[in-house]
Every structure is written in structure tokens, then in C-alpha cells.
């Protein structure tokens, strides 16, 4: 009932895949996580909307009439999901299109000011990804150097350097940024340094970790042996092993530093006005939240879109980049 089977060794020694490398091999398998390439479309339509979207409406971000102040969100066509320019105020519906005769329409409405808030949205928008991403790669850049560092000398540098580190933790966050905050004048590249300050300690203390697990392997030893350099064995041999995690790390960053500064902002230690970011626009919504719920609703959903979507296309990646989860 059973037949031979004949071996053909140059058969066998045939490689029945395709090549990849590892970044290849890593975006084939993100491909495949569905939530993450939602989450990476909606970052990118995010984000070219901050670039672009004032330009759509072809209004300035910070030209004030108070003629047309708290105008309800309008667009034709789309009457019936409730962009009609209606609110209710006693009990009743008001166009207060038709009562400020008003002819053009704004699609996320005007604030108490009168401002078109579709630009100072993604004004906003943009203010606070640029934030979060500059804060995000300061952590990154220090993080990875200091423990980098840390991790390849050992003994006594590795010791007082993480001693540092401890002292540095023990100290509440928000003290120290606020106190930094009080100290410059409030803005966008204070806000940044401020969160850069203790920022990079989770950065350095991964990259530590995943170094001391490296720096005895072979490849290292064989690098060493052959003379290179300290430098050139931590940025050429040890960090690009290591990049995997620190991108994913990076990506969770973002988020956080995006929120911290939406948080100082509501607080009123952030941005100051007339400056738009996610934070100072919610700041200004929420004390209309009963009579003009849009003007808080809107910004909270985009920065809620923010923070879900960077955070499912960070765990994408951070699957992506385990070979763990190779089939």
C-alpha cells in the first residue's frame, strides 16, 4: 500500500520562501493586524489634516467676530447627522444661523470669540502632535544614549549613572514640570523641555536592559576582537538590535506626551490663549458643555482617536517586531 518516495537532494536544499529581511518580514506580518493599519490610516488622515485642513475652510485659526460667536457645526448635505446649525436653548430649537443671518456655513461651528473652530482644530491638532513627537524623540534620543552607556561600561558608571536615575524617579513629575513651567514663560518649546526632563528615564532603562543581554554575545565579542571601537560596537552592533523595541517604546510615547499636554493645558499651566492645542480648545469647551456641547465634544474626540490609534498600532508593531510571533 505503500510506494517509495525518491530524494532529490538539490530538491530539498531549495528554498521554498521568499527572502525577507527583517523590516520586510515585520511589515508583512503589521499587514496582517488589522486594528494597526486602521490606526496607522487614521494617524496619517489625522495628521495631513493638521497640515492641511485650515486651508480647506480658507479661514484664519485666530480671526475673531463676535457677530458669529457660538455658531452650531453646519454642512450642506449633511443635515441629517445633525450638522444643521440648530441648538437647543430653553427647550426649543434655534438656527442661529437664521438668527445671526449668517449665510456660510462652519463645519465644526465658531467659539465664544467667533473663531472658524474647523481651523483651530487641526491648528490645534498640529500644535499638539508636534509636541508630543518632538518630547517623544528628545526622550528617545537621551534615553537611549544614557542607557546605552550605562549598560555597555558597567561597574561604577553603570552604578552612579542609575543612581541618578533613582534620584531623578523619586522626584514627582509633575512638580518638576510644573515648577519649570513657572520658572520660563509658558509655551510650546517649554513645554517640550519641561516634559523632556525626567521623560527619558523608561526609555533608558529599557535600552539598558536590552543591552546588558546583548553586549556578552558572540557577535559583540567577535566585533570587539576585531578592534572596533566602543562607539561603533554601542551605535553599530548593540542599538540597532535593539531598534524593535525602542520604536515601539517611541510609540507609546507620543500618546502620553500628547495627553500630559492636553492635561497642562486644561489646567492652565500649558498653552495660553489665544494659542489653539487639543488642550486649551477642551478647556474652553467644557465651561459650554450644557448650552454648545460641540465646542467640547469635537476636540475631545479627536485627541480620544489620538490616543486609541497610536496605542493599537503600537501594540501592532510591538508584535510585528517579536520574532516570538513568526509562523
Known amino acids: ?12 536544499e531549495r528554498i521554498a520562501g521568499k527572502s525577507l529581511n ?28 493638521s497640515l492641511f485642513g485650515p486651508m480647506l475652510s480658507g479661514r484664519d485659526a485666530y480671526e475673531q467676530n463676535i457677530s458669529q460667536a457660538k455658531l452650531p457645526p453646519k454642512v450642506t448635505g449633511l443635515e441629517w447627522a445633525g450638522f444643521d446649525g440648530m441648538a437647543t436653548l430653553g427647550g426649543r430649537d434655534i438656527d442661529f444661523y437664521e438668527q445671526k443671518s449668517v449665510e456660510e456655513n462652519f463645519w465644526f461651528g465658531t467659539d465664544y470669540l467667533g473663531r472658524d473652530l474647523w481651523s483651530r482644530i487641526w491648528e490645534g491638532t498640529r500644535i499638539s502632535l508636534f509636541i ?46 510644573i515648577l519649570f513651567i513657572l520658572i520660563f514663560d509658558p509655551g510650546v518649546f517649554t513645554i517640550i523641555l519641561a516634559m523632556a526632563i525626567t521623560g527619558w528615564i523608561g526609555m533608558s532603562r529599557l535600552v539598558r536592559g536590552q543591552i546588558l543581554k546583548l553586549k556578552n554575545q ?20 548593540l542599538i540597532p538590535n535593539t531598534l524593535g523595541a525602542i520604536i515601539i517604546t517611541l510609540m ?15 489646567i492652565g499651566i500649558g498653552l495660553q490663549p489665544p494659542q489653539a492645542s487639543l488642550g486649551t480648545l477642551i478647556n474652553d469647551g467644557y ?10 465634544v469635537i476636540p475631545s474626540v479627536i485627541i480620544v482617536l489620538l490616543m486609541v490609534s497610536f496605542n493599537l498600532l503600537a501594540d501592532g508593531l510591538r508584535d510585528a517586531f517579536d520574532p516570538k510571533m513568526r509562523k
Open 1 to 12: 500500500m505503500f510506494a517509495p518516495v525518491k530524494m532529490n537532494e538539490q530538491l530539498g
Open 22 to 49: 527583517f523590516w520586510q518580514d515585520a511589515w508583512m506580518r503589521l499587514k496582517k493586524n488589522k486594528a494597526a493599519i486602521v490606526s496607522l490610516s487614521i494617524i496619517l488622515l489625522l495628521v495631513l489634516l
Open 132 to 177: 508630543g513627537l518632538m518630547a517623544a524623540i528628545i526622550d528617545t534620543v537621551i534615553g537611549v544614549a544614557y542607557g546605552g552607556i550605562s549598560a555597555y561600561f558597567g561597574g561604577r558608571t553603570d552604578n552612579i549613572m542609575q543612581r541618578i536615575v533613582e534620584i531623578l524617579t523619586g522626584v514627582p513629575n509633575l512638580i518638576l514640570i
Open 218 to 237: 558572540e557577535f559583540v565579542l567577535a566585533a570587539r576582537t576585531l578592534g572596533a571601537s566602543s562607539t561603533r560596537l554601542i551605535f553599530k552592533h
Open 252 to 266: 507609546f510615547t507620543i500618546p502620553s506626551a500628547i495627553f500630559f499636554e492636553a492635561f497642562l493645558s486644561f
Open 287 to 296: 465651561k459650554e458643555l450644557r448650552t454648545f456641547p460641540f465646542l467640547l
